[in-house]
């Protein structure tokens, strides 16, 4: 399996556990968060989340107009962590930039309707064969 199908695999389990958590599921949520936390720890990640938020606070605005690479932004419309805003922004702000918008499920755009999916996967595909160099 390509690291592709294992982060699909990855999560397609927290996507489980997420609806095991939501439904409270027959066996509970105990096992269920330690399940998550066995394959994404949360612990020793907490001190370099909590960083990283203090450095984002004191970010001034970002130069993205001076960025002159290819740039593919992703967005969903349903992004409830980082916010479809934030993607029109940035593709407004970087000249020549390339915007997928993404139609369906939150922040982790790979879950929900399979022709969506592979809709966007074309377009992130069709980006790099245009963009990256073998």
């Known amino acids: 399996m390509n690291a592709f199908g294992w982060l699909l695999a990855v999560l397609a389990l927290l996507g489980l556990a997420m609806l095991v958590l939501r439904c409270g599921g027959h066996f509970g949520r ?3 968060l330690l399940l ?3 394959m994404v720890p949360a612990l020793p990640r907490f001190a370099g989340v909590m960083s990283d938020l203090a ?3 004191a970010l001034d605005e970002l ?3 001076e960025i002159r ?3 593919l932004i992703v967005g969903s419309r349903h992004d409830g962590d980082i916010g ?3 993607a029109v922004n940035a593709h407004d702000r970087i000249a020549g930039s390339t915007l997928i918008t993404v139609e369906q499920f939150g922040h982790f755009i790979w879950w929900g309707d399979a022709s969506v999916t592979r809709d966007f996967e074309v377009r992130i595909e069709a980006f790099l064969a245009d963009h990256v160099r073998p």
Do not use: E, K
């Open 63 to 65: 130069p993205l107009g």
């Open 69 to 71: 690479a290819p740039t």
């Open 84 to 86: 479809y805003a934030n």
């Open 55 to 57: 450095v984002q606070q």
């Open 30 to 32: 105990r096992p269920v």
């Open 36 to 38: 998550a936390d066995a």
